[in-house]
Each structure stands twice: as C-alpha cells, then as structure tokens.
C-alpha cells in the first residue's frame, strides 16, 4: 500500500504493478537515439515513474514471448507500450492475451507511435491513421479537461521545444474523455490525449515521445504518464457474466 495526494486529499492505494514495453530498436540501431536514450526507452520511462513508488518492470520485442507472458500480463495493472519500427513483428497470441487481459482490467497507456501498434488498433477498431512531419517543431500540448485525475499537477499546457508533428484526421473513434490537445508549430492541431475503456479496462493514448527527441526526460511527460497509470489502474466492478442466464425471481 501506498499513499498518494490528489488536490488537497490524501488517497491509501495498493502498490500499482506496472509493465514498460519498448521494442527497443532505434536505440541498439541509431546513434543518436542510443545517446539520447542510453538505457532505451523503456528504462529512462521506468526510472522516471520510480518516485511515484509503483513496482515496475520493463519488457522488450527481443525477449521471449516479448516478455509478455502470461504470468507476466496477470501480474501487470497497468502496461505502457512503445513501439515504431516492428509493430507486425509482434505475436498476434500476444496482442490477443493482451486483449483479453485489457477486457478482464488491465490499464494500457500507448504512447506516441504505439498508435500502430496491433494491440491499439485491435481495440479501437479503425486504422488509427494519421498525419505526421518530422521538422524539429515546437509543440504545445493543451488541457482541455482540467476536472480528469490524469491532468493533476499539469498547468494550462505543456509546451515541447522539439517533437514529431502528429496532425488531424487522426482515425480514431471518438474519445470518451479528450484531455490535451496539441498545437504544431507548422500549424496544425492533434487529439494528443484520448482515453477510452473497454469492457473493464482503462486505455489511454499520449502523443509525445518520438525517439528523435528528450521527451520522457521531460518531468511534465512523465508526470502525465504517472497520472494516467494511476487512473488506469484504479477499481473497476465485478467481472461481467455472458450468455444464458438463469432468473433471479420466479418468472413461471
């Protein structure tokens, strides 16, 4: 158990188990990303979420059954997934465990190019398509819905010097709860905050986080993804029940 203010109120939470997921390509593959990222993604967001005192641990494309097995996914609350380059070199009986996983509970926080990943689409039904620009452009990421626990902490905006342009249509269905959007400073605007549920799980897509760029080293980014683990992991009801059902009163 741990303790955890929200405002002006105290909150007593079990300890949240968390699973960072990162293909971890670009930083074994490119300089630049591997000097940016030394430990990969998954180990910089890691490290960066340890104050929130979530027990976390991490899991890549090269481990076997990507270190998503089923032990693993049954003991995770809530999954953070990254991924670019091998979004089809994933299992798809992993993508389904994580699917049934997510329908039974477990919060997913998909970030930046995650939004092709098989599981994200799998679960949005759509192509999750998009516009993008790779031009080193500064970025604003907007609240608009200061009342959703995943801005606690969060002033008006979050403003990035340098990110990738993700641009409108987004091919999306339409969020439940939009919380950021983003300006680009070629002009356009992006839904960068979207959050979803399916059945009993908590989805929440977070825009920022192209590997060219210091985004998870950002305390305000991850200050959001530790918000959103928290909202994706908190209670649900009971498991609901399919099929033929006998009366609860006396029907004859």
């Keep these: 158990m741990f303790k955890i203010t929200i405002g002006s109120k105290t909150f007593e939470m079990k300890t949240i188990n968390v699973t960072v997921w990162n293909e971890y390509i670009h930083e074994q593959t490119d300089p630049a990303v591997a000097e940016r990222y030394p430990k990969g993604i998954h180990n910089t967001i890691a490290e960066g979420l340890q104050p929130y005192n979530f027990n976390i641990r991490t899991a890549t494309l090269e481990q076997p059954e990507h270190g998503l097995t089923k032990e693993v996914l049954d003991q995770t609350d809530v999954l953070i997934w990254w991924g670019h380059l091998a979004h089809e070199e994933v299992a798809d009986e992993i ?56 801005t606690e902490g969060i002033g008006e905006y979050i403003e990035l010097e340098e990110e990738e342009m993700y641009g409108e249509f987004f091919d999306i269905p339409a969020p439940e709860q939009l919380i950021f959007i983003s300006w680009f400073k070629g002009g356009e605007v992006f839904r960068s905050g ?17 590997e060219r760029y210091p ?26 029940t399919f099929g033929n059902a006998e009366p609860l009163e006396d029907i004859n």
């Excluded at 049934?100 to 477990?106: D, I, P």
């Excluded at 998870?216 to 009971?238: C, D, L, M, Q, T």
């Design 194 to 210: 979207c959050a979803y549920h399916r059945r009993q799980g908590k989805i929440f897509y977070f825009q920022p986080g192209d």
């Design 95 to 150: 993508v389904e465990r994580m699917y049934e996983r997510v329908l039974n509970g477990m919060g997913l926080i998909v970030l930046h190019s995650g939004h092709f990943s098989k599981i994200f689409k799998k679960l949005m039904g759509t192509t999750c398509d998009l516009k993008w620009r790779i031009a080193d452009e500064k970025s604003r990421l907007w609240v608009v819905d200061p009342a959703h626990p995943i």
């Design 215 to 240: 985004t998870y080293h950002n305390h305000e980014i991850i200050k959001v993804i530790a918000n959103a683990v928290i909202w994706a992991a908190s209670p649900h009801g009971a498991a609901p």
